[in-house]
C-alpha cells in the first residue's frame, strides 16, 4: 500500500540552526501539507501546497519557514532559526487531489528536538 | 472552522461493540464530517469521512444524524490495536483542524 515517508524519524538541532525535514508524499497525490504536534497537545496545521505554491498557511507559519517541492517526489519543510518551541511532532500529509470528499495520508512524523 | 465536540475520553472491552459520538451543531451544508485516529507515537490515520448518509468500510460505520448536527463512529468489535485518539473533524476548507479527540482505551 502506498505510503507517506518521512525523514529522519528524529532531528535534534540547536538552537538558531536551519533544519530540514524532507517527506515523499505518495507518487499520484497533488495536494501536501505540513502539521505540528507538540507533545501532549493538538494536531496543528501549518500549510498546504498545490501546483507549487502555497495554497493556505496559519499563523505559526511565519517567515522562519519555508516549503518546497524541489524535484517533483519530495516535499520539505525548512525552519531557518529553530527557537526551543519548535521542538515538536511535524507531520506531512498528502491527498489526491483537493476536495472535501477525500482523504489524507499521514507520514509517520519526524521527531524535532531543539535543544 | 465549524467546531466539534467530543467526550474527552471512553473506555471499552475488547470484542464488544465501541460508539464514538461527536456534536457539530454549527455545521454548515457543505462540510463533511471526517474520522481519523492516531495511535501512540504514530500519524494520524484516516478512518471514514460522510456527508449526509451512513458510510461503512473495513474500519468502520459513521452513523449521520438526520440534522447533521451529531454523528457516531462505530467500532463493531474493538481490538486493544483500535487503543487510540479519535478526532472528529469538519472540513470545510483545504486543511483538517484537528480537535483534541477522544481517547479510547480497550480493556482485555
Known amino acids: 500500500e502506498p505510503e507517506v515517508t518521512q525523514t529522519p524519524s528524529h532531528q535534534v538541532t540547536q538552537m538558531g540552526q536551519e533544519v530540514i525535514l524532507r517527506c515523499v508524499p505518495i507518487?499520484?497525490?497533488?495536494?501536501f501539507y505540513w502539521y505540528r504536534q507538540i507533545l501532549g497537545q493538538k494536531v496543528e496545521f501549518l500549510v498546504s501546497?498545490?501546483?507549487?505554491?502555497?495554497?493556505?498557511k496559519s499563523e505559526i507559519f511565519d517567515d522562519q519557514f519555508s516549503v518546497e517541492r524541489p524535484d517533483g517526489s519530495n516535499f520539505t519543510l525548512k525552519i531557518r532559526s529553530t527557537k526551543l518551541e519548535d521542538s515538536a511532532m511535524y507531520f506531512c500529509?498528502?491527498?489526491?487531489?483537493?476536495?472535501?470528499?477525500?482523504?489524507?495520508?499521514f507520514g509517520q512524523g519526524t521527531r524535532l528536538t531543539v535543544v | 472552522d465549524a467546531k466539534t465536540t467530543q467526550p474527552n475520553s471512553m473506555e471499552s472491552n475488547e470484542e464488544e461493540p465501541v460508539h464514538l459520538p461527536c456534536n457539530h451543531s454549527t455545521i454548515s451544508g457543505t462540510d463533511y464530517i471526517h474520522w481519523y485516529r492516531q495511535l501512540p507515537s504514530q500519524g494520524p490515520e484516516y478512518v471514514i469521512h460522510?456527508?449526509?448518509s451512513n458510510v461503512n468500510n473495513r474500519m468502520a460505520s459513521l452513523a449521520i444524524a438526520e440534522d447533521r448536527k451529531s454523528s457516531t463512529l462505530i467500532l463493531h468489535r474493538a481490538t486493544l490495536r483500535d487503543a487510540a485518539v479519535y478526532y472528529c473533524i469538519l472540513t470545510g476548507g483545504n486543511k483538517l483542524v484537528f480537535g483534541a479527540g477522544t481517547i479510547l482505551r480497550v480493556k482485555s
Open positions: 507518487s499520484n497525490h497533488l495536494y
Open positions: 500529509a498528502s491527498s489526491p487531489r483537493w476536495s472535501l470528499n477525500t482523504e489524507a495520508f
Open positions: 501546497f498545490y501546483n507549487n505554491e502555497i495554497s493556505e
Open positions: 460522510g456527508l449526509t
